[in-house]
């Protein structure tokens, strides 16, 4: 994940009294893990699993959820009509569960044949849940090592796992892919593919796609260099490595099969020569963020994360490919295009936000799109199979850039907001974007996109920086604040109804934190989000109106999931638990003594351990 690095000091040394203790042993183990302890079964020999079975019809089925997104278009649409406008009034608390962890809960729940899945934050205990009453059936306990806390850059988060073919698959913070039997909790296999020695972490839900298992890593405030990977379900073997900086062959990028959009993006090997020297090889452009994949095209979406270093005058050019989306083929990971979001990014406007696929009446006709929420505060719309930009519109405050030049692809930039070696103040929107990593849902009967999201600015001034390996690599003074203005603590977020093809907002919440939280929506046009202040709310999906609330223990930045439960009565949960960069000041991390701490996020809400405590709990309702 990102940004919570500080101005010269990681996490571990501005808050180290704040460690989760490791959960409590009263569940009975799923099949162990780690280096000690005689309850890991035996690993799988490779090649010995059955094929994957089609995750996409296992993803249709409203009494399942297996994987984060709910489906492979990453519309977190549930098709369950009764619980509608009407109907959710009535929702009612059927269970609690206690993770036993007190930092930042980002994971999606899974359900899959009337179990339910929960992986917390570090150390990433898998939990395995009775959907019915919230028995616990067992848990695994992957144990990992203890110094990764040390480079988890914006809290030890999990976004959760994904399921397939009998197998749960997620990964841990020490840079650990992990297959788990999903009806023993026995290890099938684990397989190291990074290094926390050299500031690399995971934080990021796996997609399954076929027999590869898709994963990236984080670190970007580390220097590390960005990578997504394929490994083999049955085995954990790595298939391919995709690197987002360096030469074509190592981005993996052939120009017999690379047609991306805009011209200049066609010279060969970018990933060398838009970066000064050797500056690539830790140049950042990470993969912790989402994945989405179309069967028709056979490609994944996926988006990269910030250069190294934040001081953009520390690496002249314009840094490729950080910051930008890629269309790969899942079985090579060969690119089919790429398209850059902030060229030579100044103000750490990560291109890993979610991709939803839909096909939308533009122009006079159906296309094939892709909408992508920008964290640079702008909202693209694709022709997913090209990587043009149909359209590119802001959805918030925006000070940086005046539009998208449609002809170049680039951003038409504001030279006041310019940093470097130099203080831009009222820059909008802040580092962390209009909307981070936190995902937005589509309804295909309102045709509208639900987006939590943040309303939110920052004075960034750049500083100098030297790369030494696994320590911060940041190099910049952050300050975020209200977009309403500096002393403004009654608005700091907002839920948002879009509109892509007329390109605008038809409805907004705002909120008085950052909307950190999931969003998901029904057939029946109710979309829920939750709030840094314990809120978990839901709300008419066609104009905004709130229908229902629950006040939790702690502020939600997990993402709730809907299903068709026992008794075929709908079902909804979420996780609790404030943290992450947004909930830093929650956790004990305030800016008075520094406003730049944490990157700037606590001067934003340092208000906010006056309305939430710590905590992680799952909560999971019914209808009557």
Not at 565 to 578: K, S
């Amino acid at each position: 994940m990102r940004g919570m690095t500080f101005r010269a000091t990681p996490w571990r040394r501005a808050g180290a009294a704040l460690m989760a203790a490791v959960a409590v042993g009263f569940a009975p183990a799923c099949g162990g893990g780690g280096e000690k302890g005689g309850l890991r079964a035996p690993r799988a020999e490779p090649g010995t699993l059955p094929p994957v079975r089609d995750v996409a019809t296992l993803a249709a089925d409203d009494g399942q959820w297996v994987m984060p997104a709910k489906n492979y278009s990453s519309t977190r649409f549930s098709a369950l009509a009764s619980l509608d406008t009407a109907s959710v009034k009535n929702l009612r608390l059927a269970w609690t569960f206690s993770t036993g962890q007190l930092r930042g809960h980002e994971a999606a729940p899974l359900v899959v044949n009337g179990t339910m899945y929960v992986v917390t934050p570090f150390p990433n205990v898998l939990y395995a849940l009775d959907v019915g009453d919230g028995s616990l059936k067992c848990k695994y306990e992957p144990r990992p090592a203890r110094a990764a806390q040390g480079v988890a850059c914006c809290d030890v988060v999990n976004r959760g796992a994904a399921y397939a073919d009998g197998r749960i698959f997620f990964n841990t913070l020490d840079v650990h892919t992990v297959a788990v039997d999903a009806e023993s909790g026995a290890e099938l296999w684990k397989t190291k593919l990074g290094d926390i020695n050299i500031g690399e972490s995971m934080t990021m839900a796996p997609l399954v796609v076929g027999n590869h298992v898709l994963v990236g890593n984080s670190g970007g405030e580390f220097g590390v260099r960005g990578w997504i990977k394929a490994l083999d379900t049955g085995s954990g073997r790595v298939v391919w490595t995709a690197y987002n900086t360096g030469p074509d062959a190592e981005v993996l990028i052939d120009s017999a099969t690379f047609r991306p959009f805009y011209e200049a993006d066609r010279r060969p090997n970018l990933g060398v020569s838009t970066w000064s020297g050797d500056q690539w090889k830790v140049g950042g452009g990470s993969v912790w963020g989402w994945i989405s994949y179309d069967p028709t095209l056979n490609l994944i979406y996926h988006g990269t994360g910030n250069p190294g270093v934040w001081n953009p005058a520390l690496r002249p050019g314009d840094n490729k490919w950080s910051t930008s989306v890629f269309a790969r083929d899942p079985r090579t990971g060969y690119a089919r295009w790429a398209y850059q979001l902030n060229p030579h990014d100044e103000h750490d406007y990560d291109g890993v936000n979610e991709s939803i696929l839909v096909d939308l009446p533009l122009g006079g006709r159906e296309r094939q799109v892709m909408l992508r929420p920008e964290r640079n505060g702008f909202m693209y719309v694709f022709d997913r199979a090209t990587g043009e930009v149909i359209s590119a519109d802001p959805y918030g405050p925006v000070t940086w850039a005046s539009g998208i030049d449609l002809k170049s692809g680039r951003p038409v930039l504001n030279p006041e907001t310019a940093t470097g070696n130099r203080k831009a103040t009222r820059v909008c929107p802040a580092a962390p974007g209009m909307k981070d990593w936190q995902p937005s849902a589509w309804s295909p009967r309102t045709q509208l996109l639900y987006l939590p999201h943040n309303h939110l600015c920052m004075d960034y001034e750049g500083v100098e920086a030297n790369y030494v390996s696994g320590t911060p690599y940041v190099g910049a003074e952050v300050r975020m604040y209200s977009a309403e203005g500096r002393e403004d603590r009654s608005h700091r977020g907002n839920f948002t109804a879009w509109d892509p093809v007329a390109r605008r907002i038809v409805w907004q919440i705002p909120e008085k934190f950052p909307v950190w939280s999931g969003a998901v929506v029904t057939a029946g046009d109710v979309a829920f989000y939750g709030t840094m202040d314990r809120w978990f709310k839901a709300v008419n999906a066609r104009t905004g109106e709130l229908l229902w609330q629950f006040r939790t223990g702690s502020g939600i930045i997990g993402q709730p999931i809907v299903f068709r439960g026992p008794g075929d009565r709908p079902h909804v949960a979420v996780l609790a638990g404030v943290g992450g960069w947004a909930g830093a000041a929650a956790l004990g991390i305030l800016p008075e003594v520094d406003p730049t701490i944490a990157l700037g996020f606590p001067n934003a809400v340092p208000d906010l351990p006056d309305h939430t405590p710590q905590g992680g709990t799952l909560y999971v309702f019914a209808l009557p």
